[in-house]
T-cell receptor
Framework: AQKITQTQPGMFVQEKEAVTLDCTYD???????LFWYKQPSSGEMIFLIY??????QNATEGRYSLNFQKARKSANLVISASQLGDSAMYFC??????????????FGQGTELSVKP | DVKVTQSSRYLVKRTGEKVFLECVQD?????MFWYRQDPGLGLRLIYF???????EKGDIPEGYSVSREKKERFSLILESASTNQTSMYLC???????????????FGPGTRLTVT
C-alpha cells in the first residue's frame, strides 16, 4: 500500500497567487514526521518544511506553510505569493519513528509546479 | 554547510558494464542513503547504511550492491548494468539527534545515468 500519496502530477499557478500541493499519508505509528522537499530542474533536493505528528500547530517557514490535518492524514503544502522561482518538483515525505533504523524517509510521487508570469 | 557530493552529474554506460556511483559527505553523518528517482514514482530507496560496513536493503535493492568502507563515503554498484537501470540516482546523508525525528536528510546533486 502506498504510504505517501501525491495525487497531483502537475499544477499551474499564476505568479503572486497562493497554491496548495496535496499530500496524504498512511501509518499506524503514533510518532512520525512529515517533510516537504523542493527539487528545481537542476536536480538538488531542498528541504522546505517539517511537521511532527505531535505538533499542535501547523508548521510555517516564510512563504511555506503546512496544513496538517491529522485525523484526515493529510499534510498539504501551501505556498503563498508564488514566484517564478517556485517552479519545481515538490515531494512530500514521511519518517516513521518505530522500527526505522537509519531514519528512512518514504517519498511520494511528486507534484510538478509551474508558475506562470 | 553540509555538503554531499556525487562523483558524476551525468554518466553513460553500456549494458553489462559494472558501474560505480560514489557519494561523499563532509559532516560526519552516520546514515547514508541511495535512492533512484523515476517520473511518476518519486524517490525509491535502494540501500542505506547506518554505520561503517553496515548496510541494509531498501525497497528496490535488486541489481544493486553498496559499499561503505569509510564513514564519509557510500558507493552504489551496478554489477551488470541494464537499460531498466537508466534513472536519476540521489545520495543522501543524515545524523539523527537522540530522541528527535525532525532532522532532515541532506542530498547530493544527483547522477543521471543512462544505460544503452
Amino acid at each position: 500500500a502506498q504510504k505517501i500519496t501525491q495525487t497531483q502530477p502537475g499544477m499551474f499557478v499564476q505568479e503572486k497567487e497562493a497554491v496548495t500541493l496535496d499530500c496524504t499519508y498512511d501509518t499506524s505509528d503514533p510518532s512520525y514526521g512529515l517533510f516537504w522537499y523542493k527539487q528545481p530542474s537542476s536536480g538538488e533536493m531542498i528541504f522546505l518544511i517539517y511537521q511532527g505528528s505531535y505538533d499542535q500547530q501547523n508548521a510555517t517557514e516564510g512563504r511555506y506553510s503546512l496544513n496538517f490535518q491529522k485525523a484526515r492524514k493529510s499534510a498539504n503544502l501551501v505556498i503563498s505569493a508564488s514566484q517564478l522561482g517556485d517552479s519545481a518538483m515538490y515531494f512530500c515525505a514521511m519518517r516513521e519513528a518505530l522500527y526505522n533504523q537509519g531514519g528512512k524517509l518514504i517519498f511520494g510521487q511528486g507534484t510538478e509546479l509551474s508558475v506562470k508570469p | 554547510d553540509v555538503k554531499v557530493t556525487q562523483s558524476s552529474r551525468y554518466l553513460v554506460k553500456r549494458t553489462g558494464e559494472k558501474v560505480f556511483l560514489e557519494c561523499v559527505q563532509d559532516m560526519d553523518h552516520e546514515n547514508m542513503f541511495w535512492y533512484r528517482q523515476d517520473p511518476g514514482l518519486g524517490l525509491r530507496l535502494i540501500y542505506f547504511s547506518y554505520d561503517v560496513k553496515m548496510k541494509e536493503k531498501g525497497d528496490i535493492p535488486e541489481g544493486y550492491s553498496v559499499s561503505r568502507e569509510k564513514k564519509e563515503r557510500f558507493s552504489l554498484i551496478l554489477e551488470s548494468a541494464s537499460t531498466n537501470q537508466t534513472s536519476m540516482y540521489l545520495c543522501a546523508s543524515s545524523s539523527p539527534p537522540p530522541g528527535l525525528a525532525s532532522y532532515e536528510q541532506y542530498f547530493g546533486p544527483g547522477t543521471r545515468l543512462t544505460v544503452t
